[in-house]
Every structure is written in C-alpha cells, then in structure tokens.
C-alpha cells in the first residue's frame, strides 16, 4: 500500500513537472502599456528636476498630472488608448517643439523633451522731460523666430505694468526678434486706463514703422528703453450686426496689424445696439473682425475679415456682420484582413489614428511672388489652419467653426501594417461624377454642413527603408525621397504618392505605403516659403512634376502588402529638379 502511494506522488509530481516545463515554453500574454513616460532636459541636455507634466488625451476632459523626479524622469499611468499631447512648465522656462506642430504620443510610447531658458526684455519708460511713466502697459511682441521666419500667427502679449520707476521685466519669452511698446488701449479690462486713448509709442521713441526690432538669445537679457511720446491714436468704430453669439456672451472685435501680425487691441461689442470703438490706433494698414461664441456646445459665429487703413484720421461706419461657421463631419472606417493579420495596434487602431483637417493654401503660381498681406478670401488671421481630433467609438470625426475655405484630410496612421485607402464623398444615387475629395480638398462656404464623408483605412501597408548612395569622394545634398504611382490608372491620385526626408548619411524610411508599383526619385525639396516644402499630397502641379521626372529615371519597385523592404539601395542622380 506504501508503495502504491509513493507511485501516485511520483505520477503527481512528474504531471505537474511537465505541466510547468509546457507552460513555461508558451509565450506569455502581452500586457499593454497603459504609460507615457519619458525625460526633460535643459538645452545642454542637463535633467530638469520639478517641471510639471501634463497629458491631455484628444477627445477627453481633463488631463493628467505629474512633475518630473531628480532625473528629469516622468511617468503617467492609467492611459486609456487614444493620442496624446505632453505639455510642460517650469518658471522661466519655454519649450522647444519642432516648428511644424506639438509631438503626440500613445500609450507605451516615451517621450524625450527639451526646455530652455527664457529670455528677457527689460527697460524703464519716461516721458519728454526724463520723467519715469509710472502704471503703463509694456507689451513685448515677437515678429520673427530665432531663424529669421515671419510669425504666422498674431501675436499677443501679456501686459507688465512699469513700477514708481517706470521700470519693467518681461520674462520667459521665446527667442527670436522682437518689437516693444508702451501705452495704448490695448486688452486694458477692469480699470481705467489713463494711457487708452494714445497711440503706442514702440522702442526707442517709435511709431510702427519704425520701431526697434529687438533679438532676444535663450537666457540672455535685452534693454529696451522708450521715450514715451503720449500722441493722441485714432478710433476706428462701427457695429457687429448679423448672428448672435449665444447668449449671455458678446461679439468681440480685434485688430491686427498686417505688416507684423501684433494684435493692436480687441473691445467687446456689448449691448443690443453691438456698437464698438477701438481707440489709440496709429496710422497703420489692419485687419479688423468681430467673434463671439460660447454656451455648451462652444458655437462660434464670426465676420470676415476686413482690411482698413488708418491714415491721419479715424474710421467710422464699419458693419461687421457675423455668420454661423462651417461643419464637416466624417466617418473613419478601419478595413481589418484576417489573411494579412500585419497591422499593430489592431485592438486600439481607430483610437491612436490621428485624422487633421487642414486648411489648403492656394498652389505657387509662375511669376514674381507677390506680398500677400491679407487674405483675399476674406479668412482672418487669426483663423486656424488645422483642425485635429481622434474618431470616436463609432468611428466619427467632426469638425466646428470652420472659416470659408478649402480643406484637405491629413490621416496619421496608428501604426505599421496600415494604409489610407480613400477619402471620399458619399455620391447620391445614380450620380456620374466621381469623388475628388482626395484630390481636390472639400471647399466649405459659410455656415455650411457637410457629411457624408468616409476615411477607408486598409490594411497591408508596406515600408521601405534604406539608403541613397553616391559615388566616392561626393557630398550627398539635402533630399527627400518620392515615390510615385507606376500604374496609370493612380497617376493622379495623391494617396498613392508618397515621401520622406533622406537623413544627412543617406539612410530614409517610408511607412504605410499602399500596396503597388512604384517609381523612385531622389531630389531636394523645393520651397514654398521659408518654412514649408512642397508636398505631392496637396499640390497637383508639383506631383505632375515629380510623376514625369520619376517616369524619366525609370527606378521601379514593386511593394506588396505588408511588405518590409530594408537595405534598399538608391544611386543618386542630379537629374533637373521635379
């Protein structure tokens, strides 16, 4: 009897020996990573202690907050899956993002981050007499960045107010070039301001057109002294008529110098009547329109923009009528292949896909450039020029207070595996044309809606990496790489163009490629401006161009679904510019 026990341990042990040795040659179960981690340095790459952290999700209410540890290191948990944007703050700290947008991040991902030193702008303000101005506005504008590009955007700036001195500090500035001024109305709320109705004086003893322009270097002070000149500014008055913001909000009215893009003033349009007066203009070219919006929803109704001069005397009579904006609404749908089975991220994929809508600017025309100073289109300045946001659980985009344009989607893809299928508009029964959505773009009036539009992610997206190579002894130039349709019937067809940029030593990668035949071209971009490159994405006339110029070279690849092509070698040839 003993020995049959001992038989039954030895069975046991062994069933439990094999059991453990099966389970421990099984591949464990993935735990997703629910993290977004990552680093803060200063500019010399030193850890930054103590910044606070802030990770908002796209299409979520509030944030997550953290501060970095000794390291410069942070960590966020419980993220749910979705696209993320990391927001940093330090006093006396700016952060350093690439120029075309904020980085967004996922779940899993780590994120290496650089904050630099301020600048600072300070000086004191007197008037004719050496006397210090006490209790006036000191605003610090930023025209150009630190290589020289115009701003874009209008530029505010948050008022210091100069002590019994007349002295003042403006702090934690990003650098680049610069123009101060002292005095005039303004954004000056709540109390009276005794300065409101005189023109700003700009730095040294300035008006507009003459002003200093100030360079400011991270970490490094500059002295901006004014002599206050106390000229009275004129006023540029009239009404906002048309829609109404819902209430208890009111209209605002702003006014933008159009040379430098510096929001002179705004004045809210209170009251039935919606009556308002902007004063202490100097003379000076502008761009003025009115806004309002708010309530649950954030609806917002604007005028178009205006351009007016104020030349030696006020303006008066203007009508700023407000309209409802323009809506788009989308639908994303992610076309999975059991066959395929090679986009990651499938279980998160419609969450981490990023859908921008951006608004086209028009294609370069032959001939001199010609300086554009306003719109002609009537869109203000100050209107964005992307929209971005994350599908919700049904797979829907929507779009709110869209400025009179035309607009094109921009999909960022969630991961490898995947590709942009279409963009199309749904076509009514028995319609003939077909959709150019892709193509085109979708131009939107005002206070128009539109709907109907389907996002088709596929999956087998190919990559290829590889290499440009030169002959011995040569310098490869800044290049990007292209890859055009081979197959007629995609030649016009922008979601089958695809590029990227060819790094200093050569090497580039291209990801979520549709499936297909493919022409090669190496050549170094070409220019819109200062700070934006050509894409054959938007622009129809450069992707003829780099199609014929690929065609001539006659560098083919075939790439099939789910391909991964690396080492791919790529001769250069300086062929004429596409």
């Known amino acids: 009897m003993r020995l049959k026990n001992i038989q039954a341990i030895s069975v046991l042990a062994l ?60 960590k966020v948990q419980g993220l749910d899956a979705g696209m993320y944007r990391v927001f940093l703050s330090a006093p006396g700290y700016v952060a350093q993002f690439p120029s075309e947008s904020t980085p967004t991040y996922r779940p899993g991902d780590r994120a290496e981050l650089t904050l630099i030193k301020g600048a600072v702008i300070a000086g004191t303000i007197t008037n004719i007499t050496g ?11 930023q025209i150009r960045d630190t290589e020289g590009n115009k701003i874009a955007t209008p530029a505010f700036s948050q008022p210091k107010i100069t002590d019994d001195r007349g002295y003042y500090r403006i702090y934690g500035l990003q650098p680049g070039t610069y123009i101060v001024a002292a005095g005039g109305q303004g954004q000056y709320f709540g109390s009276v301001n005794p300065f409101g109705n005189d023109a700003m004086t700009f730095a040294p003893a300035s008006t ?66 919606r009556t308002f007066q902007l004063n202490g203009v100097s003379d000076g070219e502008y761009e003025i329109s009115a806004i309002g919006g708010g309530g649950p929803n954030n609806e917002v109704v604007a005028s178009s923009a205006r351009k007016i001069a104020v030349r030696g005397a006020d303006v008066t009579g203007l009508d700023l009528a407000l309209a409802v904006m323009g809506s788009v609404d989308a639908q994303v749908n992610v076309e ?69 344009a035309t607009y094109r989607f921009d999909v960022r893809l969630p991961a490898a595996g995947w590709y942009l299928r279409d963009v199309a508009l749904d076509q009514k029964p028995g319609a003939k044309t077909e959709s150019t959505i892709s193509r085109n773009g979708i131009s939107i009036k005002l206070g128009e809606r539109i709907s109907g539009i389907t996002i088709a992610i596929a999956e087998g997206g190919a990559s290829l990496r590889g290499r440009v190579t030169i002959p011995e002894g040569q310098s490869l130039p800044p290049l990007r790489i292209y890859l055009a349709p081979a197959e007629r019937e995609n030649s016009d067809n922008p979601l089958r163009f695809f590029e990227g940029v060819v790094a200093a030593d050569g090497t580039f990668a291209i990801a979520n490629v549709a499936p297909g035949r493919f022409w090669l071209l190496a050549q170094p971009a070409e220019q819109i401006d200062a700070t934006t490159i050509k894409s054959t994405r938007s622009d129809s006339s450069f992707r003829a161009k780099v199609l014929r110029t690929a065609e001539a070279l006659k560098k083919e690849i075939a790439l099939k679904p789910c391909d991964r092509t690396t080492d791919y070698e790529f001769p250069y040839s300086s062929s004429p510019k596409p």
């Open 15 to 74: 069933t439990l020996l094999v059991s453990l040795a099966t389970l421990a040659q099984e591949p464990a179960a993935q735990t997703k990573d629910n993290a977004i981690s990552g680093r803060v340095v200063s500019e010399s790459g030193q850890p930054l202690p103590g910044v606070n952290v802030s990770v908002s999700g796209f299409g979520s209410s509030g944030g997550h907050r953290t501060t970095t540890d000794n390291e410069g290191l942070f």
């Open 131 to 141: 006397e210090p101005v006490v209790n006036i506005s000191v605003r610090a504008y």
């Open 208 to 273: 507009r057109d003459t002003a200093a322009e100030i360079v400011v270097r991270s970490d490094q002070e500059a002295t901006a002294d004014i002599r206050y000149r106390a000229e009275p500014g004129h006023a540029v008055s009239g009404k906002v008529s048309g829609a109404q913001p819902p209430l208890p909000y009111s209209p605002s009215v702003r006014l933008i110098d159009l040379e430098s893009h510096v929001v002179i003033t705004s004045v809210q349009a209170p009251g039935p009547d």
């Open 336 to 404: 999975t292949d059991a066959k395929l089975n090679c986009g990651r991220r499938r279980d998160t994929a419609m969450k981490e896909t990023m859908v921008v809508l951006r608004r086209a600017r028009p294609e370069e025309k032959s001939g001199p450039a010609k300086d554009k100073t306003a719109d002609p289109s009537g869109v203000s300045l100050f209107a964005s020029s992307s929209f971005e946001t994350v599908p919700n659980e049904k797979g829907e985009v929507h779009y709110r207070n869209l400025s009179p």
